[in-house]
């Protein structure tokens, strides 16, 4: 007798119980590979009443209820327990009271859901199902509580500068949008599509989480139309930069199709793709050997990629009226230089030219954001993809937004 009340006093100790509740049985089944733990309190107990907190309400009636909790060893664990309604004297009526290690209406302990949450950070959900052995679909509906309960709590009233993209939910045209807090370097909000209405939706959201589209200072995006114009008309107070990294994009794409075009007459470019793309500090030996051969070819690739690394200097200058003065050089030379896809990028450059100034007033770039864009994208592959846009957000808000679940801290060493 003596050795079961050892055995109670210690599973209640692991199940963090408090008075009145306790450990009243315990069956193990080696056969069904399974445990299962009653829990109960003494007769004559009294709880809080859940409504206006008053001690001492009595128990009414009972429900009784299971939950499955972390395995012990290898095996699988179930709570039981007789949940009690009170009956509150002062007049709240008959309330179902709250059990210490669980939340209401779910079917798991709060520990077991603490294990999901953290497990999710780093595993596909499918291969977490397999590894608890519960069906998927329960899993998301614990991911997806705890993102929405704890997104509900944020507060985005320090936000200031502000970094988006669109990154791809899955193969074709359906894609999701990011928000970022640059200061904070976390993931603030994600919405499914890539236009403007994804702005307007996060401007929505920032007054849900007290905070203001008009106190955002910055925004940084690509050369989106449709950024732009949300940007411009959610967040007029704000100073839109445009990321040097897709600003960079339209050079080398200009440059490389110069290439093709060229490569299409002279042999001696095929193959030398990635050495225009990057920069002479960056190229294997063998790239920059080939460079050399090709310096005294005379080649109007040549002469483009001498373009594009003009365009980089841009970033270097030390003002914002150096890098105009700059830019206005790069620009007659670019338009000048009869490379038709130099040309073009130029007029792009021309007609984005306040927001690639911009740079100089925040050094701001989406960096972070294509860093947090990378993790959302190794978990997209590490699960195979994702069933649809919501599952991707709610695994995209877990990797990189730092939320608060409010639940138990585990330890796995």
């Known amino acids: 007798m003596m050795m079961v009340m050892d055995y109670r006093s210690l ?26 733990i009653w829990v109960g309190y003494p007769t004559g107990s009294t709880f809080d009443c859940p409504a206006c907190g008053h001690v001492g309400a009595s ?18 664990t179930y709570l039981h327990a007789r949940v009690p309604r009170v009956k509150c004297p002062y007049g709240c009526g008959v309330k179902q009271i709250t059990v210490p290690w669980a939340r209401p209406g779910s079917d798991f302990t709060l520990l077991f859901e603490s294990l999901i949450m953290l497990l999710a950070q780093d595993m596909p959900v499918k291969a977490i199902a397999e590894l608890v052995g519960e069906h998927d679909t329960r899993l998301w509906r614990i991911l997806e509580h705890y993102v929405e309960q704890a997104r509900a709590k944020e507060d985005y009233s320090n936000v200031q500068e502000v970094g988006v993209d669109e990154t791809a939910a899955k193969r074709g045209h359906d894609y999701i949008t990011l928000f970022v807090d640059l200061d904070a370097c976390r993931l603030i909000f994600a919405t499914p599509g890539k236009g403007k209405e994804t702005v307007d939706a996060f401007a929505k959201d920032l007054r849900e989480h007290k905070g203001d589209p008009n106190a955002i200072k910055t925004v940084c995006c690509d050369l989106s139309p449709a950024f732009i114009a949300g940007v411009k008309s959610a967040m007029p107070q704000a100073q839109l930069v445009f990321d040097r990294f897709h600003v960079m994009k339209i050079i080398n794409e200009a ?5 093709r075009d060229e490569a299409r007459q002279n042999e001696t470019l095929k193959k030398t793709r990635y050495i225009w793309l990057k920069n002479p500090q960056n190229l294997t030996a063998k790239q920059r050997k080939k460079l050399e051969s090709l310096k005294n070819e005379h080649l109007d690739t040549m002469r483009a990629y001498g373009l594009k690394l003009s365009f980089q200097e841009f970033f270097d200058q030390p003002d914002r009226e150096s890098g105009e003065q700059h830019l206005k ?17 130029a007029y792009t450059i021309k007609d984005h030219w306040e927001g690639i100034l911009n740079w100089f007033n925040s050094k701001v770039s989406n960096g972070i954001l294509e860093g947090l864009n990378s993790l959302i994208q190794a978990a997209k592959a590490r699960a195979r993809g994702y069933r649809n846009s919501k599952t991707l957000i709610t695994i995209a808000y877990i990797i990189t937004s730092r939320l608060d679940y409010g639940l138990p801290r585990l330890c796995l060493c």
Request: net charge positive.
């Open 59 to 76: 128990v009414y009636d009972t429900k009784e209820k299971t939950w499955r909790h972390l395995n012990f060893f290898q095996y699988r």
């Open 255 to 259: 440059v490389d199709e110069v290439r």
């Open 329 to 345: 050089r790069w620009y007659f030379w670019a338009t000048h230089s009869k490379l038709v896809p130099m040309i073009q990028a």
């Open 11 to 36: 599973f209640a100790a692991a199940l963090g119980l408090t008075p009145p509740w306790q450990v009243l049985d315990i069956q193990f089944s080696a056969d069904q590979n399974r445990l299962d």
